[in-house]
């Protein structure tokens, strides 16, 4: 059956390697939502101007969710999947947050995806069903300090997939959150070369240290999700995906013995 995802943060890394991975199976049509109109306009050019409608916008505008409804109707008549892509990473711990910071941290990573979910819950309901998928993110369990108001807000993106999941399993919309571990992607690739001053093999250096030898990549997660989407997950909802090598709460040996 040919199907239709909204995908934000589509302009690059998770979103657009998400929409390429749907279109190459049996999605006919995505629609992919960024603030960056020149990125969209590479995805839309490389995925197919027919199978891809882009929407530059800002999520955090009232009437961006509305709008990125009516395109994917306009454009493919229906709405069958969105995925919650879109994050704010900056980096801000408990004791230098600002009211302005916080305010936008929760604006793009809770907010945003709250007002997306509902808007596309009303036209699956009405086509009897559909699947959301929330990219959150392992620091949802408490995270390193100066990530402390991201970790909040993808804790406040788990919870809130959760409870979306029980209010609508009747209704056969399904809802997950995928926890997700270290991925190499383009901004996070500009995030630790520039901020974090590390060399430009960053990635290479770090995954060697990981138990399975890599990072996670963009195609990944993108496996992931479309297994989420596929008929082998059809009875399965409010599931959060720790999608990590290393499992959350235990040790090879406790932190406080390691060796100075």
């Known amino acids: 059956m040919a199907r239709v995802a909204i995908i934000t943060g589509g302009a690059q890394g998770l979103g657009a390697a998400i929409a390429r991975s749907f279109l190459a199976n049996d999605f006919t049509g995505c629609v992919l939502i960024d603030r960056n109109a020149e990125g969209l306009a590479a995805v839309q050019a490389a995925l197919g101007k027919d199978a891809c409608a882009v929407l530059a916008a800002d999520l955090t505008a009232t009437g961006t969710p509305k709008a990125a409804v009516d395109l994917a109707l306009s454009t493919f008549g229906r709405v069958d999947v969105l995925v919650n892509a879109a994050g704010n990473t900056e980096r801000w711990s408990i004791d230098d947050v600002t009211p302005q910071a916080f305010d936008k941290m929760f604006d793009v990573n809770v907010k945003a995806a709250t007002f997306m979910m509902q808007a596309v819950a009303r036209e699956m309901r009405r086509a009897g069903g559909g699947v959301v998928i929330n990219i959150a993110s392992m620091l949802s369990y408490g995270g ?117």
């Open 144 to 260: 390193p300090p100066n990530l402390g108001i991201y970790s909040a807000s993808k804790a406040a993106l788990v919870v809130l997939s959760r409870n979306a999941a029980n209010a609508w399993k009747r209704e056969g919309i399904r809802v997950f959150a995928v926890n997700l571990g270290w991925v190499a992607t383009d901004g996070e690739h500009r995030l630790q070369t520039e901020f974090h001053k590390m060399p430009p093999n960053w990635a290479d250096l770090i995954g060697r240290r990981m138990p399975f030898g890599r990072l996670l990549t963009s195609q990944d997660v993108a496996g992931l999700c479309q297994f989420l989407v596929s008929p082998p997950a059809q009875m399965m909802t409010g599931a959060v995906i720790d999608y990590e090598q290393m499992p959350t709460g235990v040790f090879d040996s406790h932190p406080a013995l390691a060796p100075e």
